[in-house]
């Protein structure tokens, strides 16, 4: 039996647009977010997800609730799924934190960890993640949808995949409600099948944060 494992990107938010840190503030989709996740869950549902789970939080919930209004699923919650935590960055703009705290935009903006600031570490972000997409694997045989956030998305796979932090930096950014599949047979290795899978134009991609 082979396990495929879409991992989602939730749609667009006013924050996204106007490049504000999120983290794990509780910003609901927009008009254009929730028009990706509708169209996005169109393509989705032809795929017949056996199950769906998604991040607690509204943009990603919201964003998967448009998935079970198509497949008839109950989307489960798991907050290991949220977006990493970037503390005192949450609420500002990328240009207000580089110009508030320069030493720990330029480690963000190198791919280092971030000192300072109360933000997550990449390591403990990834594995948290993982640990979510894992258990989402588990809910049931074939296709199963997690619904989550980009930064988190990016860190949780690639500590599933085994990889360096530097590879991770190899990885474009995901785009508003695309999604990444991976695959694992007989209970061997994660493989990645497709990365930022979408249905729609290509739009600028807004920071994963």
Not at 80 to 95: C, I, M, P, V
Not at 100 to 115: H, L, T, Y
Not at 187 to 205: C, H, K, L, T
Request: proline share 4%; charged share 20%.
């Amino acid at each position: 039996m082979t396990t495929r494992l879409l991992v989602w990107r939730h749609g667009n938010t006013d924050w996204n647009a106007g490049s504000r840190v999120q983290g794990q503030t509780d910003v609901p989709l927009n008009e254009l977010g929730r028009r990706q996740a509708a169209e996005a869950a169109t393509l989705l549902a032809t795929l017949r997800p056996d199950a769906i789970v998604a991040s607690d939080l509204s943009r990603a919930a919201d964003t998967a609730a448009a998935l079970a209004a198509l497949t008839g699923l109950t989307v489960s919650h798991d907050e290991r799924l949220r977006e990493r935590f970037f503390g005192a960055w949450q609420g500002l703009t990328t240009a207000e934190v580089a110009a508030q705290r320069p030493d720990e935009f330029a480690r963000w903006k190198a791919g280092a960890d971030v000192v300072g600031g109360d933000v997550e570490t990449l390591d403990d972000l990834g594995k948290r993640v993982a640990d979510g997409l894992q258990d989402a694997a588990r809910l049931a045989p074939g296709v199963v949808v997690a619904a989550t956030h980009g930064a988190a998305a990016r860190q949780g796979i690639a500590h599933l995949l085994g990889w360096p932090v530097a590879q991770v930096r190899t990885l474009r950014a995901l785009q508003n409600c695309h999604w990444v599949e991976l695959t694992r047979s007989d209970g061997g290795d994660w493989q990645m099948s497709a990365y930022n899978v979408g249905v729609f134009a290509e739009r600028p991609i807004p920071p994963a944060v």
